[in-house]
């Protein structure tokens, strides 16, 4: 069974950073993706980030240049450093896992920007 759990999340001023977190568990392919979606309140849920297991990455228009994604060297860890955070940034963010034509998705972390 697949776990995904992230970490990471919690209250920064507007123009801070903070980094999230997400180790996967389970039985994984080694050919994935995984990646970061964020619902804020009243919103549908978005994809932000994603990179591939060749580390080919992207990125919504709205963090482009802002945050970054990237795997650990443990393949099935991920990570999202968010720059100059904005409060339009709040939401909460779900770690991410496509494999064998399955998603999967974290618990979630808040992530609260305040301005």
């Known amino acids: 069974q697949v776990q995904l759990v992230e970490s990471g999340g919690g209250v920064v001023q507007y123009g801070g950073s903070l980094r999230l977190s997400c180790a996967a568990s389970g039985s994984i392919l080694s050919t994935n993706v995984m990646g970061w979606y964020r619902q804020a309140p009243g919103k549908q849920r978005e994809l932000v980030a994603k990179i591939t297991s060749g580390d080919s990455t992207s990125y919504s228009d709205s963090v482009l240049g802002r945050f970054a994604i990237a795997r650990g060297d443990a393949r099935n860890t991920v990570y999202l450093q968010m720059n100059s955070l904005k409060p339009e940034d709040t939401a909460v963010y779900y770690c991410?896992?496509?494999?064998?034509?399955?998603?999967?998705w974290g618990k979630g972390t808040l992530v609260t920007v305040s301005s």
């Open positions: 991410w896992l496509f494999v064998n034509y399955m998603n999967y």
